[in-house]
């Protein structure tokens, strides 16, 4: 995928474009982490890592910024469950 995760910090969420479309990660911040609250892909775009693509952006975003990441839906609890190297980053 040529497209890279962004922070669209006016709507609170992480974005990754694919086409016409947008994958999305919404999140609230606390002084020290990220809680991200809701992940979504359109429907013509699942089961392709689409989801997995826009997480692993988001962690990366959120490394470079110092924060720890709070897991407040089951598909980033899930991404986090089978990516253990990025056990650090959870608060």
Do not use: Q, W
């Not at 606390?30 to 392709?48: C, D, F, K, M, Y």
């Not at 089978?82 to 980053?89: K, Q, S």
């Amino acid at each position: 995928m040529a497209a890279s995760v962004r922070d669209n910090k006016d709507r609170r969420r992480f974005e990754l474009d694919v086409g016409n479309d947008i994958a999305f990660a919404n999140y609230r911040l606390t002084p020290s982490a990220v809680i991200i609250t809701h992940t979504e892909t359109p429907r013509a775009l699942r089961g392709r890592g689409i989801g997995s693509e826009l997480v692993r952006g988001a962690l990366d975003l959120i490394r470079r910024d110092g924060r720890k990441v709070i897991a407040g839906c089951g598909f980033v609890v899930d991404y986090l469950d089978r990516h253990p190297e990025d056990a650090d980053l959870v608060a």
